[in-house]
C-alpha cells in the first residue's frame, strides 16, 4: 500500500503540474489569472487535483469527452450539479460558484452542447 500511496501522490502532482503549466502556457504566463475560458475548463475537466481531489479520478473518468453531458447546458443549478460530482465521487472541496475555475467549467461543459 506504501508503493500505491506514493504513485497515486506523484500522479497527482504530475497533474497539478501539468494542468498549472498549461493554463500558464495557453494563458500566456501572467494572464493565466484572468477571466475562465472553455479552455481552462477543459484542462480542469480533465484534471485529477480538482478541488483537491482525494482520489485518482478526474471529471473526464465518469465523462470521457464529455460523454453524457451534451445536454448539461440545460440545467440551471449546473455549477451546483459540478459541485456535487467534485464533493462526491472526487472527494475534493466544492469550487466558489464565482471562480475562475467553476466559471471555466461551466463554459467547457456548456460547449459540449448538442
Known amino acids: 500500500t506504501h508503493f500505491r500511496g506514493s ?14 503549466s498549461s493554463v500558464l502556457c495557453f494563458a500566456g504566463g ?3 489569472a484572468e477571466g475562465p ?22 471529471c473526464a473518468s465518469c465523462h470521457p469527452s464529455g460523454a453524457g453531458l451534451e445536454k448539461a447546458w440545460k440545467n440551471p443549478n449546473l455549477e451546483g450539479q ?11 472541496s466544492k469550487l466558489d460558484v464565482n ?8 463554459l467547457y461543459i456548456r460547449s459540449l452542447k448538442q
Open 7 to 20: 504513485y497515486l501522490m506523484k500522479n497527482r502532482f504530475l497533474s497539478a503540474f501539468f494542468v498549472l
Open 30 to 32: 501572467a494572464s493565466a
Open 37 to 58: 475560458s472553455p479552455e481552462k475548463g477543459r484542462l480542469l475537466f480533465n484534471s485529477f487535483s480538482l478541488g483537491g481531489a482525494a482520489t485518482a479520478t478526474s
Open 82 to 92: 459540478v459541485n456535487n460530482c467534485i464533493a462526491g465521487p472526487l472527494k475534493g
Open 99 to 106: 471562480s475562475v475555475e467553476m466559471q471555466s467549467l461551466v
